[in-house]
Nanobody
Framework: QVQLVESGGGLVQPGGSLRLSCAAS????????MSWYRQAPGKEREWVTT???????NYADSVKGRFTISRDNAKNTVYLQMDKLKPEETAVYHC?????????WGQGTQVTVSS
């Protein structure tokens, strides 16, 4: 079955960096666009970024120039490099894909930006 497993979250100071990973299995990874979403406490889940099968990327305006999504098809893994993090970006970060018309989500990894 499809599995998405995020890792790499943690506590970081404002202005710091983290690199998240999402290990995928159970589907043809190279055939699927991959996305990252985040959900802050008391807020709705919001889209952060997407990388297509061809490697094209799109970002929410709030993270442009600071976040970078990438993928390694040989490792079935998608990454999110987050730089210059802000306290308001404290959230659970989720990996997402759509396979055979069904949306799949990982369990998420907690990112806390605080001094």
């Amino acid at each position: 079955q499809v599995q998405l497993v995020e890792s790499g979250g943690g506590l970081v100071q404002p202005g710091g960096s983290l690199r998240l990973s999402c290990a995928a299995s159970g589907f043809t990874f190279s055939s699927c666009a991959m996305s990252w979403y985040r959900q802050a406490p008391g807020k709705e889940r919001e889209w952060v970024t997407t990388i297509t099968t061809a490697g094209s990327t799109n970002y929410a305006d709030s993270v442009k120039g600071r976040f970078t999504i990438s993928r390694d098809n040989a490792k079935n893994t998608v990454y999110l490099q987050m730089d210059k993090l802000k306290p308001e970006e404290t959230a659970v970060y989720h990996c997402n894909t759509r396979w055979r018309w069904i949306n799949y989500w990982g369990q998420g990894t907690q990112v806390t930006v605080s001094s």
